[in-house]
């Protein structure tokens, strides 16, 4: 999301401090929904927002709402930019700034905290809020919500230019904390050159399920093409697709894109190539079937397929 959507976004808050906002939520409370305890909006703008700007503008809500608590976890992910797949709802997360947490009782509506985050670096402080920087965002990711959203975040920041070694020498640091042994595999396992979060999510399904030797971004070769395929394994190619790749605008014309789609398949399967294509929505709504369907592929690949020389 670029930082104008961003500016757009804050522009559509109604802030309680300010006596014509708060008139109008008076009048017709029905018509607002609170985003924070301070700032709110209209519920049919609400609506109309995608999930992961809702999601942003929560975060940057409460935020400038309590500025003794720093954005953590994804909340501040969402606001950094870092790549966020969320697996279980998605409350604000927020860390105090000093001493405990509050208590469960204080904590507003939608609004988590955390007694901390791993490591001590500082906040980084943005016009109107704090958030934990980048590192320390995505080792929280990986400590409290798992592998996969962990391996999404981490492949980000490698591909943001983090080297490796001090993503190590952090996690040392951290001695031993709450499931580091899941952000270690979860180090192990990123990669630099991760082109999108799905891209990373679909190898991190892949992986927990015992799925792995996968090549990353593989370059294929058939004369005189070139193609890329997300994830390959042997002569099985893991393809996500994107609704950007088919909405007529970002790439091509709609029939023109689903067109060149479809030779391209047609030459990896010339060449051998069994390839799988799922959406973002099957990785989030069905996962289990996503995993059954490489499974049986992969075994179809390697007992009946040719693989390409």
Not at 55 to 68: D, E
Not at 95 to 120: L, T
Request: net charge positive; with cysteine.
């Amino acid at each position: 999301m670029d930082s104008k959507r961003k500016q757009e976004l804050a522009n559509k808050l109604m802030d309680s401090n300010r006596q014509e906002d708060r008139l109008a939520h008076r009048k017709r409370p029905a018509a607002y929904r609170k985003v924070s305890t301070r700032f709110f909006i209209s519920v049919t703008e609400w609506k109309q927002l995608r999930y992961h700007e809702k999601r942003w503008l929560a975060a940057y809500a409460v935020g400038c709402t309590v500025p003794r608590a720093v954005l953590s976890g994804r909340s501040a992910a969402r606001i950094l930019g870092i790549w966020v797949i969320a697996t279980t709802p998605e409350p604000v997360e927020l860390v105090a700034q000093r001493g405990k947490a509050p208590s469960r009782k204080q904590w507003p509506p939608g609004v988590v905290y955390r007694d901390r985050s791993p490591g001590h670096t500082p906040p980084q402080t943005f016009d109107r809020l704090r958030t934990t920087d980048a590192l320390t965002t995505v080792f929280a990711i990986a400590l409290r919500h798992g592998f996969a959203e962990g391996l999404v975040a981490m492949d980000w920041l490698l591909r943001e230019g983090m080297p490796r070694y001090r993503i190590e020498e952090a996690a040392a640091r951290l001695g031993r904390v709450r499931n580091i042994a899941t952000l270690r595999q979860v180090i192990a396992h990123a990669v630099d050159i991760s082109l999108s979060p799905y891209e990373s999510y679909a190898r991190a399904l892949l992986l927990q399920a015992g799925i792995g030797g996968w090549q990353v971004n593989a370059r294929i070769t058939i004369p005189p093409h070139l193609y890329v395929a997300d994830l390959l394994r042997g002569s099985l190619i893991v393809e996500i697709d994107g609704a950007q790749k088919y909405d007529g605008t970002t790439f091509a014309p709609t029939d023109t894109a689903i067109r060149e789609e479809r030779e391209r398949e047609k030459h990896l399967q010339n060449a051998g190539y069994v390839v799988v294509r799922v959406s973002p929505e099957q990785l989030l709504d069905d996962a289990h079937g996503f995993l059954t369907t490489v499974t049986r592929m992969l075994g179809f690949a390697e007992m009946y397929v040719t693989r390409p020389a």
